[in-house]
């Protein structure tokens, strides 16, 4: 019972933290302040909130499905795929509702899974770190593909917003979609027990009784609509997925319908706090979020790399 | 009753499992044993519904593993696959409780909780429930994997060379285990296992089938099989066959 | 054999050269030809800079698929510089005289490089993998810094150090051309007096020992050239992660041998030539400016992931 209690302490303390600092101070009277937490403070903590969650579970889904903690969307080319379907829609069709960019970009970057997990299967050997080379590269092609569609057509400063998350630009009513991230935990909670069994591989789990393709196409199809939400609304953060799910495993275990909340707690923490730390570091100017947890998160995922494997969690 | 007819399997171009008809009663333990690549663990794989044979027919108990829903076969029949690669982080108690999977779907009850400790105790695993697998050695780890399967429940447990990588104490261990679990009491499960290792199909076995080129080289009881005629023509090789407390002893010659 | 597919290269590269330079030449022709000479000296110093350390970077690692690109090294060029910039200033660093900057530049690069590279192969690089990886996460985050140093820095300073963070091939003064020119010079004599040398290396430590070679000396003065020549292209371009693994794997196929005497010049030729023949292909053929990065990565990252698919192992 302490640790839901120590998880709503922290995460409470960050959001009024998030609530009060910014360039305009709550306090000096000459805003109303009311108006300012409506509009502005409280959408952006909720933003980093809801983004931090989908991507700590989007991670943990990529992960399971291919037995690897070494992974994560970012790191197997999502976003990136992700960005190519927006891309796409954007010439296609400049003048889509955000609803349909945002399905094109979710099937895009179902794709772009798919197309990792053919690579994955044809690999010659299985070593953990192999995977997630393979990815970055992966990812690295399609990102100059996009980068060269962005610039013959003269839409670079669109691929921009989306390659770097920044949670400056979150107002109210250019945020909301992300609350669907919040559907898709609810969703994936239900099916916690089969993610788990995901990682188990293919064979022991359907003889478990697991319609084995059947659950990982919901589980990315989820990861993917989180991950174009994401691009979509705040643009692409790194490593958050990684970090979460590694951290919370080692120190609790792969139970996921026990996990899936610490870890989607964890997730939220860390990137509201990656931001809150961004207003402060240079205040009154802003770091975007991004920046910080790129640091941050590949920091920690070399200590992961190196680091003796993890002890008992006992 | 498992019955097995006319079974082909291939894999891309190489024709692995050929025309194989069989039954398997209830009760007991068969081993499957043949020379390497003569399609032992594909044919368990077919038997559990896990590889799609390319013709032919699987019945366990009259259920077609092919096209029953995934959570009856799985009722029906447990499969542990040779050296799973497990990169979850579960504790031994987790793992074992998955075994019940099949049963609620998600929704564990009193009776599945039950079942999970039962079969931690039945392997000696209550010692090591909180333990993290990771922390296992190679032995308790299998046991661990054996005991999950056997939470399955399933009337029939097809495992796929257990005894790999196990020491030989914990190889007797497991095989005494379920030598005793498969007699008439306290309720009878049937063991179907691909082993390896001639000997310690001789030793606890009650029936072969000893698989050559994907084909039935030879089936029956025990001691029908572990003759140096049918070894020979089984194996290419020559062997002898001495006789130790009622149970025959393979020497390769 | 080998001797004659060498000159073959040299003379392609002269032809090339006379292409590039000739190519509907009109108007203040003088003008012209120095803009257009000052851009085909850098594209062919920094594809023979980047050619030749690759080679002498995969042997020193002893691993045909490694590059100094993909470990992070030019990541590391641009960290530096920027922590320059951030500790001097941007006035500062602007009265540092441009040669005098340049030198500090990879001095100091050379010896981060060493202690970076120490720290990687500290088990004798036999986890080839890990070292990838650790090397590949590196980078990510010494970019993440560079970005947050940029970020601390005033607006005025940031664009000082902008221009080295995007491979661009068209604003390079020739002062720094002449510099980086004698600086490159250098750097591919002491390359060509290494070569016997780099043969026996090229065997593994026991043997080249066995056979009286000084190896770990040969290795440290090998990889302060590498750090160098990085130096010398990230200086001149920015970086360009996949260059390396083209101009070395293609120069291995055109001119097949194991001495570094050839291997190095092939290697450097195959480097210019292809960014040359790219340049000319995308800046006169089809019109476009400044996509040649992008699809170098492109292709980069494709024959990257095809050459651990045909090897089988890394």
């Not at chain 1, 829609?89 to 798919?114: D, F, H, Q, V, Y």
């Not at chain 3, 920015?238 to 794997?249: I, K, M, N, R, Y």
């Amino acid at each position: 019972m302490r640790l839901p209690l120590i998880i709503a302490l922290v995460l409470a303390a960050l959001v009024t933290a998030s609530l009060c600092i910014g360039a305009a101070s709550l306090f000096a009277g000459d805003l109303d302040a009311g108006f300012l937490i409506a509009t502005s403070r409280f959408p952006r903590t909720a933003a980093a909130l809801l983004a931090g969650m989908g991507l700590a579970l989007a991670g943990v889904v990529v992960q399971q499905s291919v037995q690897n903690r070494l992974v994560e969307p970012s790191l197997i080319g999502t976003p990136e795929s992700a960005m190519l379907g927006l891309l796409a829609i954007t010439l296609a069709w400049p003048g889509a509702p955000i609803w349909i960019k945002m399905c094109s970009g979710a099937l895009a970057a179902l794709a772009g899974m798919a197309g990792f997990l053919g690579l994955a299967r044809a690999l010659p050997r299985h070593d953990p770190m192999l995977l997630p080379i393979v990815g970055m590269i992966y990812g690295g092609i399609l990102m100059a593909v996009g980068l060269w569609l962005a610039w013959v057509t003269d839409l670079m400063q669109y691929l921009g917003t989306w390659r770097l998350s920044e949670f400056s630009g979150v107002v109210q009513g250019r945020y909301e979609l992300l609350w669907g991230i919040a559907a898709l935990a609810v969703l994936l909670y239900l099916v916690a027990d089969r993610i788990t069994l995901l990682g188990l591989g293919e064979t022991q789990a359907r003889s478990l009784g697991l319609n084995y393709g059947q659950t990982r196409a919901l589980g990315l199809g989820i990861v993917a609509t989180i991950i174009a939400l994401v691009v979509v609304t705040v643009g692409t953060l790194p490593f958050v997925g990684l970090v979460a799910s590694n951290i919370v495993s080692r120190w609790r275990g792969d139970n996921l319908r026990a996990n899936l909340p610490v870890i989607a707690a964890f997730g939220a923490g860390a990137v509201l706090a990656a931001d809150i730390l961004g207003r402060l570091i240079r205040y009154p100017y802003e770091i975007p979020a991004g920046t910080i947890f790129a640091v941050a998160g590949a920091g920690i995922f070399l200590w992961l790399l190196n680091a003796a494997p993890a002890r008992a969690h006992d | 009753m498992i019955e097995v007819s006319n079974l082909s399997y291939s894999a891309g171009q190489a024709q692995i499992l050929r025309d194989i008809s069989l039954t398997i009663p209830q009760g007991g333990i068969t081993a499957i044993i043949g020379p390497n690549g003569a399609g032992k663990s594909s044919l368990l794989h077919c038997i559990a519904g896990l590889l799609t044979p390319s013709g032919g027919q699987v019945r366990i108990d009259g259920l077609d593993p092919f096209d029953a829903p995934h959570r009856d076969r799985a009722r029906a029949v447990a499969l542990l696959q040779q050296t799973p690669r497990i990169a979850t982080r579960l504790r031994v108690r987790e793992l074992v409780a998955f075994g019940r999977w099949p049963h609620h779907g998600g929704r564990p009850g009193p009776e599945d909780a039950r079942l999970t400790e039962e079969a931690l105790a039945t392997f000696d695993l209550t010692p090591l429930a909180d333990r993290s697998l990771e922390t296992l050695s190679g032995g308790q780890r299998q046991r661990a994997l054996v005991a999950m399967t056997w939470a399955q429940s399933a009337p029939w447990l097809l495992l796929d060379e257990p005894l790999n990588a196990l020491d030989p104490k914990y190889a007797r261990d497991l095989m005494e285990r379920l030598h005793d679990l498969t007699r008439p009491a306290p309720e009878q499960r049937s063991v179907v296992v691909v082993i390896h290792d001639i000997n310690a199909a001789a030793g606890w076995a009650d029936r072969v089938i000893a698989l050559k080129d994907g084909e039935i080289g030879a089936s029956g009881p025990c001691n029908d099989i572990m003759t140096p005629a049918t070894l020979h023509a089984v194996f290419g090789m020559a062997f002898d066959v001495i006789d130790h407390k009622q149970r025959p002893v393979v020497i390769a010659r | 054999m080998i001797k004659r597919r060498v000159t073959w290269l040299a003379l392609a590269m002269l032809a090339l050269s006379a292409g590039f330079l000739l190519w509907q030449l009109k108007g203040p022709t003088g003008f012209i030809l120095t803009l257009r000479g000052t851009k085909l000296a850098t594209l062919i110093m920094v594809g023979a800079a980047t050619g030749a350390a690759t080679i002498l970077f995969q042997t020193v690692a002893a691993n045909q698929l490694l590059t100094p690109g993909l470990v992070g090294f030019d990541a590391l060029y641009v960290f530096l510089q920027t922590l320059l910039v951030f500790l001097l200033g941007g006035v500062g660093y602007a009265a540092i005289p441009a040669a005098a900057g340049f030198l500090a530049e990879a001095g100091l690069m050379i010896l981060v490089a060493v202690i970076v590279f120490r720290l990687l192969f500290r088990n004798g690089g036999a986890d080839v993998i890990r070292i990838l990886l650790t090397g590949v996460i590196l980078g990510i985050m010494l970019r993440g810094l560079a970005e947050l140093l940029q970020r601390l820095l005033d607006p005025a300073e940031f664009s000082v150090v902008q221009q080295a963070s995007f491979a661009s091939f068209s604003a390079v003064s020739p002062a720094q051309l002449a510099i980086t020119g004698t600086a490159l010079a250098i750097a591919l004599f002491l390359c060509a007096r290494m070569a016997p040398r780099l043969d026996v290396a090229a065997l593994g430590r026991p043997v080249a020992r066995g056979l009286g070679l000084d190896y770990d000396r040969l290795i440290m003065q090998a990889l302060a050239l590498v750090a160098a020549l990085v130096a010398i292209s990230t200086a001149l371009v920015g970086p360009l992660t996949f260059l390396g693994l083209l101009a070395a794997s293609l120069a291995r196929e055109l001119v097949p041998t194991h001495r570094h005497a050839w291997l190095i010049p092939a290697a450097a030729l195959t480097g210019a030539l292809i960014l040359v023949a790219g340049q000319f292909v995308f800046e006169r053929l089809l019109g476009q400016q400044s996509t040649l990065s992008v699809i170098v990565e492109f292709f980069g990252g494709l024959l990257f992931i095809a050459l651990i698919f045909r090897r089988r192992t890394l």
